[in-house]
């Protein structure tokens, strides 16, 4: 069975706060990523990498960063927390070429 | 930019009353259209993949069909665990392996 782990299923921290989240995956897969999931807004990308340090913006990276420095690990900052980034994250893990995205259980992180 | 819209935001329905879900979309070379199901405070579960008009996927009481422009998550005689919400994204050439998801339709199944 494909299995992703999320370090935290709940979290909370406070305005100004270097937050770290973890994903781990033990599918050997390529391709990770990083969602967040908010009520009306659905899920949207904030960073991916293909390989062992690299990485790409998505659609919505300000205030947040990533490390890849494994193949089945990857982390996502937030250097300085703030209340908008109160919200579910959610880590996906896929092979290359479009295929489906196996997901992790999220973390609900509160941002006080 | 790729677009999904999901329809209706909300459905519910009796135990053993079948119904649709839609998912329309625009998107720049398909690559593939994907369903998930979503529990409360949970992860999404994968539940299929399609990949080219005309192509149809079931499982159990779910079937998934996809057009050019949309796709179709229909359930049949659903029961109360089928409650949950049923996401729709599509992954798309110019992507680079990143997939654009609608917002949901939340789905209540009344025994």
């Known amino acids: 069975d494909v299995k992703v782990t999320q370090s935290s299923r709940y979290l909370v921290k406070r305005t100004g706060e270097k937050v770290f989240l973890e994903c781990v995956q033990d599918?050997?897969?390529?391709?990770m990523f990083w969602y967040r999931q908010d009520p009306g807004l659905g899920l949207r990308l904030i960073y991916f990498?293909?390989?062992?340090?690299?990485?790409e913006k998505g659609d919505i990276p300000e205030g947040y960063s990533v490390s890849r420095e494994k193949k089945e690990r990857f982390s996502l900052i937030l250097e300085s927390a703030s209340t908008n980034q109160t919200s579910m994250y959610l880590c996906a893990s896929t092979i290359p070429g479009g295929h489906e995205q196996f997901f992790g259980p999220g973390t609900r992180l509160t941002v006080l | 930019e790729d677009q999904v819209t999901q329809s209706p935001e909300a459905l519910r329905l009796q135990e053993g009353e079948s119904s649709s879900l839609n998912c329309s979309y625009t998107v720049s070379g398909l690559r593939g259209l994907f369903w998930y199901r979503q529990d409360p405070g949970k992860g999404p579960e994968f539940l299929f993949t399609?990949?080219?008009a005309g192509e149809e996927k079931e499982k159990e009481r779910l079937k998934a069909t996809l057009t050019k422009k949309e796709s179709f998550l229909h359930i049949t005689a659903p029961k109360p665990e089928d409650s949950a919400t049923y996401l729709c994204a599509v992954g798309s050439g110019g992507g680079a392996d990143g997939l654009t998801f609608g917002k949901g339709t939340h789905l209540i199944i009344q025994p």
């Open positions: 399609l990949y080219s």
């Open positions: 990498s293909y390989d062992v340090k690299m990485k």
């Open positions: 599918m050997d897969h390529e391709n």
